[in-house]
């Protein structure tokens, strides 16, 4: 199997670009977000608590995130690999992570990172907002909350991935089939 982590601030068109990757690579995508948003909707506990966190722009729990994508591996059969959006966002969840696949047999293959300006990134989630209602793309607060948030605590696993020799900068800027194009070029080198 070969895993590939697909990384990049909010509105670098991470979401998009894995529903693309996944299909052509038959990988299973592994959206913590929408994993996160599924509870959210239908209701459940967890759902309510991290409601309230994701509202703020924070980020969820270590632990929780964790036992989701564990159990999602465990019951995926017939897959190339794993694509993951939107995990790890801290150096310690990418060591979790990292041993929760090896004690399963596997690794993180390559970490895919998309480069996109600042002022791209508050348009494209502004304008995903007019879309799809979502709340944290509204609010320019939140949203410059967040791109800080990334930049602290999630932009610092580039260079461990780096030291890992697994990561590998991608041009974000341009249209989805151009990324797209740049994103599956990187990837034809690993599989």
Known sequence: MVNFL?????G???????VKLAEKFNLLHLSTGDMLRAEIAAGTELGKKMSTIMSKGELVPDSVVIEMIANKIDGSK????????????TVAQ?????????TRGMKIDCMLALDVEHDELVKRLIGRAEVSGRADD??????ENRI?????????IMNYCEERGVYQPVNGMGSIDDIFGRLVEVMNKIV
């Open 78 to 89: 017939g897959i190339a690999g794993f694509l993951f959006d939107g995990f790890p966002r």
């Open 94 to 102: 990418t060591v979790a992570l990292e041993e929760m696949l090896n």
């Open 138 to 143: 509204m609010d320019p607060a939140v949203i």
């Open 148 to 156: 800080d948030v990334y930049n602290e605590k999630t932009a610092p």
């Open 12 to 18: 670098s068109g991470k979401g998009t670009q894995s």
């Open 6 to 10: 697909i990384f990049g601030p909010p």
